[in-house]
């Protein structure tokens, strides 16, 4: 086995959050950025819409906040709400030296002082999305991919899938990886270890999310003693392309801001009749809308028309989905598209404080693997990437301030001895289809207690086959992926459980109302650093309540 040379900061992700925070540490810090595939792999690449953020004198930081709270459904904690949206305008300063372009309004001179195109989606109250395109991520993905492998302090490694963390005394010292090349599995000590591996939509059956959205930093961190929150609350993109070569292409929500409507196969527009916000309503209410009528109806998709808008203006506002529809025979500026819901954000993670810093020393947990209490009960289009780059800049502060030194003992070395290479990889495949439809089907859009305590039942016992093929055999990626999907599962079940209402993404129709205190549901795994205190079921009291519905 290869020991790996120390690192100050050891990053598993290479998107938004951990290129960003790499790219933000003190130059004299070695770390590292490991990716599960090449660096493109994650969902910040795929990432359409845009950045929320306060840009335009007609908007304000107060607004800002208060559409966020109003579509966290009274779940958001808002001094993280305000934490956030207060760093805004500094974070698409920042980004714009960086070198990402954003799209500048196309009727302003060149003389001019710069003022972006602002496009609008669902629940926000003004124009805020800074975008480049309908490519945003890929923009900021390149630039901060280039400026990554421009700086003398960044190793960017490949391949690699973290396995488990390392702790000692209550303190993460590394990590052990995977180099999934050569199959060998290596410890990586680090001063700081930083989650950075987005969240665990392939849960799901149907999702926007690319392979990768497997929950890997969740379930790695639960298995360390890191508490987790939330869980039960997965946000359901209402606009995934129906089609049988599109296999996860989202729809961008910003067709809606720009006026596509949704429509019954007979052309009737149905929205207005579930919100007064129509097609801009949150994307809690538009999923559950959606999946209300393809039930009542018995219909495989519903359709998304912006073909009423100027043919030029559709091509150049969003030519990614113009693209990809027609190579699948829809022309977007004359025909409709056909779409379903897909699960696409998982709102829910590792409970964290203002800093990124989770229960375990030494470990940070940032992006969507977190829970920062931004989102609360459903996230509102485009403030993820925001909470992306705000946290890696706090998490780069703290770390750069407070980082311990290098650990004194040397890491253990991995045990592989009484382990054999498998033939019987049909398991995982059976597994990872099994659990995925089970999720689809019993803890999906509208759930019962009795679908989530089969759920429940079924999950444990997937597990138990996992663990054990886990146990017996060398490991690999999609086994490690199965592990931890398995394990995020059952973690998303159990918080569902304990939900007694319906709030946001979370609707139980055996408990459909909400109740008026807002709580956060905490799992406390037995190995927490916290022990049995009081306070190791509480994340921090709900400074923001909606009234009964």
């Known amino acids: 086995m290869t020991q790996l040379k120390h690192y100050d900061v050891l990053i598993i992700g290479s998107g938004a959050a951990g290129l960003s925070l790499a790219l933000q540490l003190p130059k004299h810090f070695r770390c590292a950025v490991l990716s599960k595939g090449n660096l493109a792999s994650g969902s910040t690449f795929w ?78 109250s003004h124009r805020r999305i800074i975008h480049s395109a309908d490519h945003t991520g890929r923009a900021i993905a390149e630039v901060l991919t280039a400026r990554a492998r421009e700086a003398g302090n960044i190793d960017l490694l490949t391949e690699r899938c973290a396995v488990d963390l390392i702790r000692e005394d209550n303190r993460c010292i590394g990590a052990w990886v995977l180099n999934t090349s050569n199959n060998e599995v290596t410890a990586m000590a680090a001063r700081a270890v930083v ?37 039960e609350f997965n946000q359901f993109h209402p606009t995934c392309l129906y089609h049988p070569e599109a296999k996860s292409f989202l729809i961008t929500e910003a067709l809606r801001g720009e006026g596509a409507v949704l429509t019954l196969p007979d052309g009737d527009r149905f929205m207005p009749r579930f919100h007064e916000r129509g097609e801009l309503a949150p994307r809690d209410v538009v999923a559950r809308a959606i999946d209300h009528e393809m039930k009542r109806l018995g219909l495989e998709c519903v359709y998304l028309d912006i073909s009423h808008r100027d043919e030029n203006f559709i091509r150049g506002h969003f030519p990614t989905v113009y693209e990809r529809c027609l190579s699948l025979g829809i022309d977007i500026t004359r025909e409709r598209i056909p779409v379903v819901p897909a699960a696409h954000y998982t709102c829910g993670g590792v ?26 009960a459903n996230r509102m289009a485009s403030n993820s990437l925001l909470e992306c780059f705000v946290y890696a800049t706090s998490a780069a502060l703290h770390i750069a301030s407070s980082c311990p030194p290098p650990p004194d003992k040397p890491l253990p070395q991995w045990d592989d001895s009484l382990v054999r290479s498998s033939d019987e990889n049909v398991v995982i495949k059976h597994n990872w289809r099994a659990l995925r439809g089970l999720m689809w089907d019993y803890v999906g859009i509208v759930r019962t207690d009795r679908r989530l305590q089969y759920a429940r039942g079924t999950v444990d016992l997937m597990q138990d086959e996992i663990n054990d093929f886990y146990r017996r055999f060398v490991i690999t990626r999609p086994l490690l992926e199965l592990r931890n999907l398995g394990q995020v599962a059952s973690l998303m079940i159990d918080c569902a459980l304990s939900r007694k209402e319906s709030r946001g993404l979370h609707f139980n129709s055996d408990h459909p109302d909400t109740r008026h205190l807002a709580t956060d549901t905490i799992l406390v795994p037995p190995n927490s650093p916290l022990g049995d205190s009081d306070d190791a079921a509480l994340l921090y009291l709900p400074s923001y309540n909606d009234a009964d519905s």
């Open 47 to 124: 990432a359409q819409g845009g950045m929320a953020a306060v840009l335009h004198d007609r908007d304000s930081v107060d607004a800002h906040v208060n559409d966020t709270l109003i579509a966290g459904a009274g779940l958001c904690h808002e001094p993280a709400v305000r934490f956030t949206v207060s760093h805004s305008r500094e974070i698409v300063d920042w980004l714009i030296e960086q070198g990402v372009d954003f799209d500048l309004r196309p009727d302003q001179p060149d003389d001019e002082f710069r003022e972006f195109h602002l496009t609008m989606e669902g629940g926000h």
């Open 195 to 231: 989650m950075a591996t987005g969240g665990a939509s392939k849960a799901y059956q149907y999702t926007s999310n690319p392979d990768g959205a497997s929950g890997d930093g969740i379930a790695i961190a639960w298995r360390a003693g890191c508490r987790v929150a939330n869980l």
């Open 351 to 376: 409970v964290v404080d203002q800093h990124g810093a989770s229960d375990l020393h030494g470990l940070y947990v940032i992006g969507e693997t977190a829970c920062s209490g931004l989102h609360g």
